[in-house]
Every structure is written in structure tokens, then in C-alpha cells.
């Protein structure tokens, strides 16, 4: 089954600064790569997201950019500011009916003033 | 637009007592309904997935069990909770048309004693 490896655990950064989070999967065929955003105590948020028939993918601040070859994908946040300190995690899918997402294991986020 | 509910919010409970945790989305028809589980500081573990009425997919093999009596209301239970079993609860909704997008619900955070 699909196997989703994300890196690093903690990340730590001055405001206004770059943050970068990097995930690799296993399976080939998988398609979806979504990222959430978590705050202390509360749901994961889907903050962006790639399909596989596209490179990048930008919205503000934040751009994903997904290397089908290598498997890996990552999460660029620019301009980073001390809301942006939360969990994130990556995750991958492959197409099928019940659509469901293997997780990385997170990133802890901190942007300090 | 859609909605997931879930409750109760919070609960403690005692090792050996039952459990039943409640989902339900508003605003679509015949989503894919998923369980996660998260432990404290921990990622997110797919328990269970349905893709309608009546089947239910165990991704983990443990003291828990799902149902999905109606098309948009999915049920976690516990005939006897474990303290492992603590943790938060997360029910989530995707469409299931190939859109893959998933949301989460506001989660149940369950505490065992």
C-alpha cells in the first residue's frame, strides 16, 4: 500500500521568512496530494492541493510543486507570519472509489515574531 | 453548502464502558464518510471508510467498530473502550465523484479513565 514520508518534523522560522515541507510517496499511482493546516485543538484544514497531470500549483503565499518522477512533492509557504504556526501534513491518493488519503506524519510549524 | 457535524465534542469515559460517536453532513448526497483517529501530538489514523449504505471498510483491525445506517450519518462504536482508546476522533467527507477533496469535522476528543 502507499507509504507517505514528510520532512521535517519541527520546522522553526523567522517571521517573514520561507518555510518549505517535503513528502515522498511510494505508489505510483497516486494522483492526489492535498496539504492540511492544523491549529492547536482543532480539524485539519485542506489549505491546497495537486493533482498529477500538474507541476504547481500557487495560491498566495503558499504554491505546492509535485516531481511525479522523483515521487516527492512540497509545500512553500513565503512570507511566513506567526499565524501560519500550526501542523501540517501532506497526503497522497490514488484513484478509486473510496478516495482515501494516506497521511505523512506532520510538521510542526513555528514562526517566531 | 456542506456541512459535517459530530458529537458530542468532548467525553470521558471508563475503560470497559461502550462508546458511540455520531457524524453527519448536510448539503450532499451519497459522500465517502471516513474515521480517523489522532493521539496526542500524533498524525492521523484511517480507522474506517464508507462508500455508501451499509459498507464499511476496517483499515485498522482493533477494538472499534462503524456503521452508516442512513446515507449521511456515519456511527463509531466500542462495545468495551480500552485506555488506548483515548485520543480525537475526526469524521471526514468527500464526495466521492472523483473530486477527492476530504473535509474534516470539528472532532470528538475522547478521554478514557
Not at chain 1, 511510494?26 to 485542506?46: H, I
Not at chain 1, 500538474?54 to 512570507?79: C, M, P, W, Y
Not at chain 2, 457524524?23 to 492521523?44: D, H, K
Amino acid at each position: 500500500g502507499e507509504n507517505v514520508e514528510q520532512h521535517p518534523s519541527t520546522l522553526s522560522v523567522q517571521e517573514g521568512d520561507s518555510a518549505v515541507i517535503k513528502c515522498t510517496y511510494s505508489d505510483s499511482a497516486s494522483n492526489y496530494f492535498p496539504w492540511y493546516k492544523q491549529e492547536l485543538g482543532k480539524r485539519p484544514q485542506l489549505i491546497i492541493d495537486i493533482r498529477s497531470n500538474v507541476g504547481e500549483k500557487k495560491d498566495q503565499r503558499i504554491a505546492v510543486t509535485l516531481n511525479k518522477t522523483a515521487k516527492h512533492f512540497s509545500l512553500h509557504i513565503t512570507e511566513t507570519q506567526p499565524e501560519d504556526s500550526a501542523v501540517y501534513f501532506c497526503a497522497a491518493s490514488r484513484q478509486g472509489g473510496s478516495e482515501k488519503l494516506v497521511f505523512g506524519k506532520g510538521t510542526k510549524l513555528t514562526v517566531n515574531p | 453548502s456542506q456541512t459535517i457535524h459530530q458529537w458530542p465534542a468532548t467525553l470521558v469515559q471508563p475503560v470497559g464502558s461502550p462508546l458511540s460517536l455520531e457524524c453527519t453532513v448536510e448539503g450532499t448526497s451519497n459522500p465517502n464518510l471516513y474515521w480517523y483517529r489522532q493521539a496526542a501530538g500524533r498524525g492521523l489514523q484511517l480507522l474506517f471508510y464508507s462508500v455508501g449504505i451499509g459498507q464499511i471498510s476496517s483499515e485498522v483491525p482493533q477494538n472499534l467498530s462503524a456503521s452508516r445506517p442512513q446515507d449521511r450519518q456515519f456511527i463509531l462504536s466500542s462495545k468495551k473502550l480500552l485506555l488506548s482508546d483515548s485520543g480525537f476522533y475526526l469524521c471526514a467527507w468527500s464526495s466521492g465523484r472523483g473530486s477527492y477533496e476530504q473535509y474534516f469535522g470539528p472532532g470528538t476528543r475522547l478521554t478514557v479513565t
